[in-house]
């Protein structure tokens, strides 16, 4: 399974991929080899035995560690193969374009292969229901968006569907409530609704009397019914619940802290589930100033920042994908840059300026978009509804990482580097005396002098006192004949006096004493 995924040992959505041993020997899969289409490749370094004439899932986590495989399956499809530790090819797949929440693989563990209506984790494929068609997705009478009055909200399919539906966020199953007649909905709702299909076929493709039921990809709406007039831009996000607030599996809870702190510093917090990078799926909706939905897709979320993640209200990180189905927002999210391709943007709390001004840093970057030449994330401030009930003020952001530099250079993670330590001429510099003329153009060779100037001048102008020794992001493009570091403006929450009066704060000796020490520190 390698589309929407499933929920892993550890908490997390991957892929997987099921293994027979068919033998009457068991096998260890230590030195065992995983490869793909794109060249990515994983040895098996530990000890993972399967016993005769059993199973054993491995999955495609990117984690890099037992049973858990260091690169992602493709969702387009392509082709895995698998060398023991001989390195003699012992299976290979070729797989299709992945299908949502189906598996691939061989009927009635044998060579033909098909997909299957319901994954069967570490068991036989044996009477798994081959999938021979999908339904249509289910359509609404009125459109998502907002609404001065109730409205009798009418859900169709295909004649010979069934129709499944939930309102509370979660991906509806058969085991939720059946459209029988219209929805009255009075108040805030996201509707969420299934085609389930009754198809007379067994395991292996051949018509009897029995059932199984398919069902559609799911079709989501959020209907604002009598909301109050706002300006901003709306996101409405929806999920189960499960997924963020849950003791266990929930990512925005302290629940059961099964992650420590992220800085040992911090002896005020406590280990949480939210110290996690685990990505849940849930659904965004996109509404202009105007009202009109722009954006409507499932997407990964995941929890974002560093001590900021303990606030009440917390930053996410929202990410197609093309497990999810599209793998970019493709609308003009930000006015003032209207052309990115935008694989990833944050819906930020603010940071540690949050329950102050909620705009701090967003504004900083305002004041100097398009007048200086400096690379910053753009900004949009919007209202953010959670399964229909309002969640706060949040701000669309750009990411501060290869994403941003995709979006707005057009390159991709394998020809960018933010690392000056992997930079050969920076390596060579840091054998010079900083002042010697030799140093000095090696500098000005590698570096946007006059980007960097910039960005410095902002952080004086606004008398953060929140960077120097952190908070700075250089990159490169990977080509040591083009090697031209620049600097990514963000996280400027503590500018403007956010932690105590800093208007007598002299700016420019505190940036030269944090350069000291940010030199230091690299050499």
């Not at 059993?54 to 698998?82: M, P, Q, R």
């Not at 250089?474 to 800093?502: C, H, P, Q």
Request: glycine share 6%; with cysteine.
């Amino acid at each position: 399974s390698y589309k929407m995924y499933q929920l892993d040992n550890v908490y997390g959505f991957a892929g997987f991929v099921e293994l027979h041993n068919g033998d009457s020997d068991s096998i260890d899969l230590k030195g065992y080899q995983f490869l793909d289409h794109k060249g990515h490749s994983w040895k098996c370094n530990s000890s993972v035995v399967i016993p005769p004439d059993s199973f054993i899932v491995i999955w495609f986590s990117e984690l890099n560690k037992k049973n858990h495989v260091s690169f992602k399956l493709d969702a387009e499809g392509g082709t895995l193969i698998i060398k023991n530790a001989n390195g003699e090819i012992v299976d290979e797949l070729e797989y299709p374009e992945g299908k949502r929440n189906l598996s691939y693989g061989s009927i009635d563990d044998g060579k033909e292969n098909a997909f299957f209506t319901t994954p069967s984790l570490g068991v036989s494929n044996k009477g798994a229901h081959v999938l021979e068609i999908m339904p249509s997705i289910p359509s609404f009478n009125y459109n998502a968006g907002f609404y001065s009055e109730s409205i009798k909200l009418e859900i169709t399919s295909d004649e010979d569907c069934e129709i499944h539906f939930t309102t509370n966020g979660s991906e509806p199953t058969i085991s939720d409530s059946l459209y029988t007649k219209p929805l009255d909905l009075n108040k805030n709702t996201v509707v969420k609704a299934i085609s389930v299909k009754k198809i007379e076929i067994d395991s292996l493709g051949s018509l009897k009397n029995d059932f199984h039921l398919v069902k559609s990809d799911p079709v989501t709406s959020t209907y604002f019914i009598g909301e109050r007039d706002i300006k901003l831009p709306i996101v409405s996000l929806s999920t189960d619940s499960f997924y963020l607030f849950d003791e266990e599996y929930g990512i925005y809870v302290v629940g059961n802290g099964r992650y420590p702190k992220k800085n040992t510093g911090w002896a005020s917090l406590t280990s949480a589930n939210y110290w996690g990078d685990e990505k849940r799926p849930i659904n965004i909706e996109f509404f202009d100033t105007t009202k009109k939905q722009q954006i409507n897709q499932e997407i990964g979320v995941g929890i974002y920042g560093g001590y900021s993640r303990s606030y009440d209200k917390k930053s996410l990180k929202l990410n197609p994908s093309k497990i999810y189905g599209d793998k970019q927002f493709r609308y003009k999210l930000f006015e003032s840059k209207p052309n990115l391709k935008l694989k990833s943007i944050l819906l930020r709390s603010s940071g540690n300026d949050y329950c102050h001004s909620y705009l701090r840093d967003g504004f900083i970057s305002s004041l100097v978009e398009n007048c200086i030449d400096v690379d910053m994330s753009a900004y949009t401030p919007c209202a953010v509804y959670l399964n229909g009930n309002y969640f706060g003020l949040m701000n669309l952001r750009e990411r501060h990482n290869d994403d941003y530099i995709y979006s707005n250079y057009g390159l991709d993670e394998d020809s960018i580097v933010q690392s000056l330590n992997k930079s050969k001429k920076y390596a060579k510099l840091k054998k010079y005396d900083i002042n010697s003329d030799t140093a000095k153009t090696l500098i000005y060779s590698l570096f946007d002098i006059n980007e960097i100037l910039n960005f410095t001048l902002t952080e004086i102008y606004c008398a953060n006192n929140d960077w120097g020794t952190n908070n700075i992001i250089f990159w490169s493009r990977m080509n040591d004949d083009d090697e031209y570091w620049r600097v990514i403006l963000y996280d400027t929450d503590a500018g403007f006096s956010n932690f105590g009066d800093k208007s007598d704060l002299n700016t420019i000796s505190y940036a030269y004493k944090r350069s000291e020490e940010h030199t230091s520190e690299l050499q």
